[in-house]
């Protein structure tokens, strides 16, 4: 960068988008979550050999 850019920058700039990928983050996630748990019948297997299912 040169020093016109670094004089434009602002503090803020890094947390806020910081915060605003980590909310887009939660959003994917609890939008998988609700998915897996809203359907019929599913499997998930996680990391540790846990395994979920449930359904008919």
Do not use: Q
Request: glycine share 8%; hydrophobic share 50%.
């Amino acid at each position: 960068m040169n020093t016109k850019s670094l004089k434009k920058t602002r503090v803020g700039e890094a947390i806020t988008l910081t915060a605003v990928m980590a909310i887009l983050a939660a959003a994917i996630v609890a939008a998988v979550i609700c998915s897996l748990v809203m359907s019929d019948s599913g499997t998930v297997t996680i990391p540790g050999g846990w395994n979920f299912s449930w359904g008919s």
